[in-house]
């Protein structure tokens, strides 16, 4: 089974800036396609962006849209998410999730692995 480990959570003030990184294990990393995803407590998981197998193709929510980005580098086995202008309202666990068959989706369902999330907390 492929392993997920996200980083780079933090503690900000609004208008800051902080870069995630989730690590994929295996050798197969450049087939999935790969996303991110938060929680804020009491509240639902949501979509937060999403890229496919070669990064052709990417999709962000509108929350986030002009704010955040998404990238990989299937080299390093490694999808970030750059944010930036960062809101009160983004506080959140942010999860990293990966899908096998290289389709990216803006529901939780079709996505195959997660990993256990890194913290996110901006202060007004």
């Known amino acids: 089974q492929v392993q997920l480990v996200e980083s780079g959570g933090g503690l900000v003030q609004a208008g800051d800036s902080l870069r995630l990184s989730c690590a994929a294990s295996?050798?197969?990393?450049?087939?999935?396609?790969m996303g991110w995803f938060r929680q804020a407590p009491g509240k639902a998981r949501e979509f937060v962006a999403a890229?496919?197998?070669?990064?052709?193709?990417?999709k962000h929510a509108d929350s986030v849209k002009g704010r955040f980005t998404i990238s990989r580098d299937n080299a390093k086995n490694t999808v970030y998410l750059q944010m930036n202008s960062l809101k009160p309202e983004d506080t959140a666990v942010y999860y990293c999730?990966?899908?096998?068959?290289?389709?990216?989706?803006?529901?939780?369902?079709?996505?195959?692995?997660w990993g256990q999330g890194t913290q996110v907390t901006v202060s007004s």
């Open positions: 295996g050798r197969t990393f450049s087939s999935y396609a």
């Open positions: 890229i496919g197998r070669s990064g052709s193709i990417t």
């Open positions: 999730a990966a899908e096998k068959g290289g389709y990216i989706s803006m529901t939780i369902v079709p996505w195959d692995y």
